[in-house]
């Protein structure tokens, strides 16, 4: 099994470890890899290499990046020596252990439907706010049972810090994150990157209020490639859990077999 993971600036993908159940804590893959999307030609002698070592035979992506990566990357696996199956996650109305509320189930973004699935995988029985924090942040609430409740989407962290330098006269362009920010800045740069890590942090603090008003022991999860400098501004307990998305999938495909 190949699992993929296409993002707004980068793809993710990992082949599973056999037979290892999903766990917070626990490494799941055999092999990982990730890389931006101007360098995803590179992915095609990767998925080549993968194939020779162990045959591909069942590939599931998820993709929020368009049709034209979803070609060029099916056009890759195509070229193996034998073709695998190739599967695109969507969002439906259940699935996985996920009930999915939204009004239109088919307008949730695959990827926030696959991080939940793979949240409630690995804290199941629990009141969960998941928060995803790439190019947009996304944060999202399930039941115990496994009921999304809906979520709220806000810009990234890169993409807020980046918007507000780019259209204020006189204030630097941000060319990165640091870590160590405090919330009283003296310095303009350091002062817009405050600005956008208590925006982030509190969107995800709130969220958890909230559901504390129907849930005591609420979990909160964040993942992503902004968590590390998120984590460190919130005021509420948070587990980090890397790769998300390829979790849910992996969780989908073992609930896809079984079914």
């Not at 893959?29 to 360098?39: A, K, N």
Request: aromatic residues 6%.
């Amino acid at each position: 099994m190949l699992l993929i993971d296409v993002g707004n600036t980068s793809i993710k993908w990992a082949r599973p470890k056999p037979g290892v159940a999903p766990r917070y804590g626990e490494t799941l893959w055999q092999h990982f890899g990730i890389v931006r999307h101007r360098d995803m030609a590179s992915l095609e002698q990767a998925w080549r290499e993968l194939h020779d070592a162990q045959p591909v035979e069942h590939v599931l992506i998820s993709n929020v990046a368009g049709k034209h990566i979803s070609e060029t990357l099916t056009g890759f696996l195509k070229k193996l020596p034998t073709p695998p199956d190739i599967r695109h996650f969507v969002s439906q109305a259940f699935h996985a252990g996920i009930t999915n509320t939204y009004q239109n189930c088919s307008q949730l973004g695959c990827d926030r439907f696959a991080s939940m699935i793979g949240a409630h995988a690995l804290f199941p029985d629990k009141p969960l706010v998941v928060a995803t924090a790439g190019t947009a942040t996304t944060v999202d609430s399930i039941t115990p049972d496994g009921v999304f409740q809906g979520g709220m989407i806000l810009p990234g962290l890169g993409l807020m810090a980046h918007s507000l330098a780019a259209n204020t006269e006189q204030l630097p362009e941000i060319d990165g994150m640091e870590e160590g920010i405090t919330p009283f800045a003296n310095h303009t740069r350091a002062a817009i990157l405050a600005g956008c890590l208590n925006a982030q942090s509190g969107a995800i603090e709130r969220a958890v209020e909230a559901f504390r008003k129907r849930y005591d022991n609420v979990n909160c999860l964040i993942s992503g490639g902004a968590a590390k400098y998120i984590v460190p501004s919130l005021s509420v307990p948070c587990h980090i859990v890397s790769n998300l998305v390829l979790i849910g999938l992996y969780v989908s495909a073992i609930f896809s077999k079984q079914s």
